[in-house]
């Protein structure tokens, strides 16, 4: 399966593949440093997809993450669920 996720910043993301369109709205945070943003939205969607989790709820997830990663100054290492 051909698939394409893309990020949009504050307005969320979207998941393209062969079989579904997914939008993500985004997540409203006070954004302090965008350090680890991309990092943490690809890391989270390739984890749930090598898991087999359901797309929705991991684009979801990849979201919050990203937007949690805003809210510190550089990298962080530990994500509130």
Known sequence: MSMVALTRGERGAVFLSDQVTINQEGFPV??????????SFIASLTVDLLNELPLESSLR?????????????????????
């Open 30 to 39: 006070e954004v302090v440093d965008t350090v680890g943003a991309g990092d």
């Open 61 to 81: 997830r990849a979201c919050k993450y990203s937007s949690q990663a805003c809210t510190h100054t550089g990298a962080i290492s530990e994500f509130k669920e």
